[in-house]
């Protein structure tokens, strides 16, 4: 059975889903069609519902749980490791920061231009409940952000995956941890992506594709040289020591499965999304069993 199957060239989801597209592992009658898109781009492809299984933003998988199943393995959760706002210039950075320790970014609009990586990723999610009166957001490919902010397009930058540990060296200085402050808000490891498939599959193909997801996991973690080629076909210019952080940071015992604290986490995002007003609750059950 071939199904259609969405994930972003990122370190972390390369090493996760080697295994099972080039059939390193017994993938139980499953073939693979990959496209490999970024991380924004694969949440509008949920949106239209145009994969059977993909990768996406929490954030996005609030819309879309009319026709998506979270699986319970191939997640990116996790402490320390969420986005982060950044800015070229002392000026900016240290009113923002000023803004944040008066917190008048509650009470009065923010003037300054920031560069997203996409309206539906669960960074803009976290934005959005830190500075919720930031309206002036451009969305820009995650991998341009650091240098349109360097080149004086934006005044800030909402950085994602390996540029957390390239900012620093390129110049870039951090005005916020959106990961920290979520975590002194919810006490919870931050949700950022998962894996979902198509909700009309039923229940023993669901477990199947799951189970497939958590073997090439398992086997990522177990014959690393052998997965990082493919990790490394896809990185472009990123450096060997860049690649293993991110996929330290980013691939973690819940990307094996949720587990009862994982899937905590994720109710917790979906339970301040209904508080804040984004969404209305589904009564969908939004894991499988």
Known sequence: MKLTLGFSPCPNDCFI??????????????????????????????????????????????????????????????FNCGPLLVG?????????????KSNAQ????NSEHIAIPG?????????????????NKTEVLFSDIEQSVLDGKYDAGLIIHESRFTYEQKGLKKIMDLGEFWESLIHAPIPLGGIVARRSFDNDLLQKINRVIRKSVE?????????????????????????????????????????????????????KAEEIGLVKNTGLSYVIE
Do not use: C, W
Not at 106 to 109: E, G
């Open 106 to 109: 509650l009470r009065t609009p």
């Open 17 to 78: 889903f080697d295994a099972m597209v080039h059939k390193k592992i017994d993938t139980e009658g499953l073939d693979f069609d990959v496209a490999m898109e970024d991380v924004e781009a694969l949440n509008q492809r949920a949106i239209k519902s145009e994969l059977d299984i993909t990768k996406l933003s929490f954030h996005a998988f609030l819309y879309v749980q009319q026709n998506y199943i979270l699986l319970k393995s191939g997640s990116a959760l996790g």
């Open 219 to 271: 086997y990522a973690f177990k014959n690393v040289p052998d997965v990082m080629p493919y990790v490394k076909q896809h990185a472009q210019e990123m450096s060997e020591e860049v690649m293993k952080k991110h996929i330290d940071l980013y691939v973690n015992e819940y990307s094996i499965n949720l587990g009862e604290t994982g899937i905590k986490a994720i109710q917790l995002l979906f339970n």
């Open 119 to 135: 309206k539906n990723t669960t960074a803009n999610f976290l934005l959005s409940l830190a500075f919720p009166n930031a309206k």
């Open 88 to 100: 070229s210039s002392e000026f900016v950075v240290r009113r923002m920061q000023e803004q944040i």
